[in-house]
């Protein structure tokens, strides 16, 4: 069985310039449920929840007896905050704090009077709330003593200056028989984790927050950002989560392989941040979308669904024909870790960071995977060169070696075994000398061919050899078999709550 990871814990958000808040936790195999307190109605029903329409006229002191808050620019509704005593608001009867405002209806002499149509929210923006004991019940105070009810205006409000704590009269909350509220936990965002990304990063840079990390889903719904208390708290939460992305990611890629030949399976698919090649300093890296599928490497902006999307990926390159490399700590460009570069078939370098060791672990398995398959299934390659000013044909073949023909009469001038290739040099541009010792002399043996795609070929000969080297390797033998059903490939078994150490095939 798959493992899955199941948490919960209470924390804090951060929105935007806003100041943070509590928040808690829930973590399932395929939802990230975000929640945060809120006061609720939770049994009765007020007499005074249906919509009403009152007209009030100004007072010449006191105006109209009420203060309001909210509005669209704050994404809540404008609500009455407060009602003075003895003004013509609270002297309708008909007006509540915790009222939502639906329309307002300006009538004679410039605005001296106004109709409400209101309705009273059951759940409450976060600035009328105040603390609340277990087993809490509203009952409105008859006296004018200052007594808050659970609704009243606590002086939380939007722009958090605790300092403003206006005093509300429970006059202004009606009696209702049996009425409870009760804080509690409420769902402010789920994020479906299938496809979701993890950033620890702000945005496009590579300044790392501190204990602090986002969840975006592939719709771009995003989490906020969740701080924790520790590091240690930190790595257990982007573990777990990313344990739970993998999990669902390995499965939906087993329904998808349903529908695709042998030859054009699905390896790996994830999330990765790219570096980009005229990176300005605050738009450094940008959100990849990466799958390793058949003998291809995709490269997406969003996750394919569908088939057509498949045909649609920002750029694609012949497995065989790149190089990956994994980045050392000497080797990294800036403050981001975990990163790989990727060579492509015309020499240039693309760099890729992920977030966790573990998720560079599944790529570079994942990848060293898709190229021993991809090898094994073409057996050879054959690139056209010349030597001499002739032109040639030089096959890379998995069981041969390498053969050298004459292009015209097909004649093998030419052949040595991987075994006897004892060394190499390119100029960087067409031309590579190979060195392979004779099996009976055992001199040395210089052959230079010039090619026009350089780097697709030393990239391939590279992948040859590393194919040949991994067959004779137990490790990636064994691996081979259990990640292989029917001889279909699947992803690769290693999650992020693992400590399988990483295939070592390289020459």
Same mark, same amino acid.
């Given at each position: 069985a798959e493992l899955r990871t199941t948490k919960t814990g209470i924390y804090l958000m951060q929105e935007g310039n806003e100041e943070p808040f509590n928040i808690r936790l829930h973590l399932a195999k395929d939802i990230l449920t975000i929640q945060e307190q809120d006061v609720i109605c939770i049994s009765g029903e007020p007499f005074y929840s249906s919509e009403r329409t009152v007209t009030i006229r100004r007072q010449t002191i006191g105006g109209f007896g009420l203060s309001i808050k909210g509005g669209a620019e704050h994404k809540i509704p404008v609500v009455i905050s407060k009602i003075s005593k003895e003004q013509k608001a609270e002297l309708s009867g008909l007006l509540f704090i915790g009222d939502g405002i639906l329309q307002v209806q300006v009538l004679r002499n410039a605005?001296?009077?106004?109709?409400?149509?209101?309705?009273?929210?059951?759940?409450?923006?976060?600035?009328?709330?105040?603390?609340l004991c277990e087993d809490c019940t509203c009952?409105?105070?008859d006296q004018s003593s200052g007594t808050s009810s659970p609704l009243c205006d606590s002086g939380l409000h939007l722009n958090y200056h605790p300092n403003n704590t206006d005093t509300l009269s429970c006059s202004s909350w009606p009696t209702s028989p049996g009425l409870r509220w009760e804080k509690r936990w409420v769902d402010l965002r789920l994020i479906p984790l299938l496809h979701s990304r993890l950033s620890q990063y702000i945005p496009g840079s590579d300044v790392s927050r501190k204990n602090a990390f986002q969840v975006i889903a592939v719709d771009g719904v995003c989490s906020g950002v969740v701080q924790f208390p520790t590091a240690e708290d930190c790595l257990d939460w982007l573990q777990a989560i990313a344990s739970n992305i993998s999990s669902l990611t390995k499965h939906n890629v087993k329904k998808i392989n349903r529908n695709f030949p042998v030859n054009q399976q699905i390896i790996y698919m994830g999330w990765v941040d790219e570096k980009e090649q005229d990176s300005v300093q605050d738009r450094m890296y940008s959100p990849k979308f990466l799958?390793?599928?058949?003998?291809?490497?995709?490269?997406?902006t969003a996750p394919p669904v569908t088939t057509w999307d498949w045909t649609r990926a920002e750029k694609s390159f012949t497995v065989y024909e790149i190089m990956c490399k994994i980045l050392k700590?000497?080797?990294?460009?800036?403050?981001?870790?975990? +990163?790989?570069?990727?060579?492509? /078939?015309?020499?240039?370098? %693309?760099?890729?960071?992920? #977030?966790? @060791? +573990?998720?560079?672990?599944?790529? /570079?398995?994942?990848?060293? %995977?898709?190229?021993?398959? #991809?090898? @094994?299934?073409?057996?050879?390659?054959?690139?056209a060169c010349i030597m001499e000013s002739h032109l040639m044909g030089l096959t890379v073949d998995f069981s041969m070696g390498f053969v050298c023909f004459d292009a015209a009469s097909k004649a093998v001038l030419w052949r040595y075994k991987f075994s006897q290739l004892k060394g190499s040099s390119d100029d960087g541009k067409s031309k590579i000398k190979f060195l392979f010792q004779n099996a009976e002399s055992k001199s040395i043996e210089a052959k230079e061919l010039e090619f026009s795609n350089l780097f697709a070929v030393l990239h391939c000969i590279?992948?040859?050899?590393?194919?040949?080297?991994?067959c004779l390797d137990p490790v990636f033998v064994e691996s081979q078999g259990s990640a292989t059903t029917a001889g279909i490939p699947s992803l690769s078994s290693l999650s992020c709550n693992s400590q399988t150490p990483k295939l070592k095939y390289t020459t």
């Open positions: 605005g001296e009077e106004v109709t409400l149509t209101v309705s009273f929210l059951k759940k409450t923006p976060a600035f009328l709330k105040l603390p009952i409105p105070s799958a390793l599928r058949g003998s291809s490497l995709f490269k997406f700590d000497s080797d990294l460009l800036d403050k981001r870790r975990h +990163c790989f570069s990727v060579q492509t /078939e015309s020499g240039e370098d %693309m760099f890729f960071s992920v #977030e966790l @060791e +573990c998720e560079l672990l599944i790529w /570079e398995k994942a990848f060293q %995977m898709a190229t021993f398959l #991809e090898v @094994e299934r073409i057996q050879c390659k054959t690139y590279h992948a040859f050899f590393a194919a040949k080297v991994a």
